[in-house]
Structures are given as C-alpha cells and as structure tokens.
C-alpha cells in the first residue's frame, strides 16, 4: 500500500512569486491535513479537509488556502510569498475524522529568496 | 483547547542507556496521545499512540509510553538507547474529532 505522497520534494520560489503543494493521501483515506513546520514555531496545523469540505482552519493568514478534490487528493497554495513561508510543509492522512493514525508524507521543503 | 509541552528541547544519553522523554499535555476531554519521530528531511513516522484501553502502550522500535491522567502526562522510553535511535521526537494529543497539536520537540542525542 503506497504512503502519503508529497510533490515536489523541494521548491525554491521569490518573494512576491504564488505556488502550489501536492499531496495524495493513503489509498482509502478520505481525511488529509496540512502542517508548517519551522525551527522557530515548531509544526502548525494550516488546515484539514474530509471529502472535499474543509473542516478546520489554523491562524494562518487568507495567503495560505487549500482543497481537496473528489479522489481525495489536496493541493494547498501560497500566494505573494514572503521570506517567513520558508518551511518544511507536511501533508498528513487518515482513515476517520478522530485522526487515531495519522500518516505523514516525507514533506516539500520550500525556500523563498 | 488542548496543548503539548515536552521538556527538554535536546536530551543526550550514551548508547545502552535508558532514554525517558517527556510529555505533559492539556485537554479538556479525554485525548487521544501520539509520539511521532522525525529523521533529518523526513516526515514523521508514528511511534505509537493512546486512544483507550491499557495505558501503557507499547510501539515499535522497543519504545513504549505510559498514559498517566492524574498527572496529565505520556513519557516516551526505551529501555536501551540505539545509535539509530537519534531523531527528533514530538509527542501529539487530540481530543476526539480536533486535530492534532503537537509539541515543540525534543532532539534526542545518542553517543557511542
């Protein structure tokens, strides 16, 4: 059974520049969330969908959006990119809403110069 | 709300030596409790986790933790420390249908 697949593995982007993150959930797994995580702020929950419907939001600002699409893949977008976006973003699944396993891609590290 | 606090954002043992990391959370119903580890430019792989049932809960890797409400704690440990065992180390807490909030971690430090 295949994991949770982000792509890409790595981006660089310029401030000012938009960009998009993907990431395919476990085969079966209808629930996907999405972290930021950075050596300052540690891992902060940005959003998470379930059947195409976002569920909950982080304090994130409206730069930062996401979907999910009906085979349950998620993309998230981060418009005018500033310095601070910098991270390590990671997608996770799950098989239920009460998140009892959650499975985690390998991540997209993004870099905005 | 909920929260995670582990104490200690690096913990050094010597390889063989038992390791204990920390975790104290805060939940107003009751959680379900996660330890994930991270290797450099990885994801997080889960450990092991408590839902319900028996409070100790044993995972992979030789690591278990230990479900303590009246202390509202979950420390992670594994009786003896590997060299393969250095890792990053985040301990998570959900309640029911809420996401999950995760500590800031502790970097586990193992010398020969």
């Known amino acids: 059974k295949a994991g949770v697949t982000q792509t890409p593995r790595y981006l660089i982007k310029t401030r000012g520049q938009q960009v998009t993150l993907s990431c395919s959930p476990i085969?079966?797994?209808?629930?996907v969330s999405w972290y930021q995580q950075t050596p300052g702020q540690g891992l902060q929950f940005l959003f998470e969908?379930?059947?195409?419907?976002?569920?909950n939001k982080g304090n994130f600002p409206g730069r930062f959006s996401g979907r999910q699409f009906s085979n349950s893949r998620s993309e998230m977008n981060v418009s005018t990119l500033e310095l601070g976006d910098s991270a390590l973003y990671l997608c996770?699944?799950?098989?239920?809403?009460?998140?009892?396993?959650?499975?985690f891609g390998q991540g997209t590290r993004l870099t905005v110069v | 709300a909920q929260s995670v606090t582990q104490l200690g954002s690096h913990v050094s043992v010597s390889e063989g030596a038992l390791v204990l990391l920390r975790c104290n959370y805060s939940s107003s119903v009751p959680p379900y409790l996660f330890w994930y580890v991270q290797y450099p430019n990885q994801g997080l792989q889960l450990l092991l986790k408590?839902?319900?049932?028996?409070?100790l809960v044993k995972g992979i890797n030789g690591f278990e933790a230990e479900f303590k409400k009246s202390e509202t704690s979950f420390h992670l440990t594994k009786p003896s420390a590997h060299m393969s065992d250095a890792a990053e180390y985040f301990c998570?807490?959900?309640?029911?249908?809420?996401?999950?909030?995760f500590g800031k971690g502790t970097m586990l430090l193992v010398s020969p």
């Open positions: 085969s079966g797994h209808r629930s």
């Open positions: 998570a807490v959900s309640s029911g249908y809420s996401t999950l909030t």
């Open positions: 969908y379930f059947s195409e419907t976002q569920r």
């Open positions: 408590y839902t319900t049932g028996a409070t």
């Open positions: 996770a699944s799950s098989s239920n809403l009460q998140n009892t396993e959650a499975f």
